[in-house]
């Protein structure tokens, strides 16, 4: 599965990067594949521990500010491995043509 997900800290004012990376530094660290852009952080795997991670994301954030948004998407579709590289690379091979 993939899960697109957006930790927002809330009554922190508007400078929200240093929590943003608290929560990416929880995703890079699971050894999970993922990819972070500007308004999304994916993360691919079962899903246990994709939720997992979803959830020390929010704790990370959780621990400095004194409310949460979370947004998320999820693509469920059991047996595929390796989607959030593929799908991107379809898309891409469509637009060469």
């Given at each position: ?9 809330l ?21 999970l ?10 993360v ?6 994709v ?10 954030v959780e ?6 948004s ?19 690379d379809?898309v ?6």
């Open positions: 599965m993939i899960v697109a997900f957006s930790v927002t800290p009554g922190v004012g508007e400078d929200v990067g240093e929590y943003v990376a608290d929560a990416v530094r929880v995703v890079r660290e699971s050894g594949p993922n990819r972070t852009d500007a308004m999304f952080t994916s691919e795997g079962e899903w246990e521990e939720m997992d991670v979803v959830r020390r994301a929010v704790a990370a621990a400095r500010a004194p409310r949460v979370l947004v998320l998407k999820a693509d469920i579709r059991p047996g595929v491995t390796n989607a959030l590289t593929t799908k991107v379809t891409e091979r469509y637009l060469a043509q």
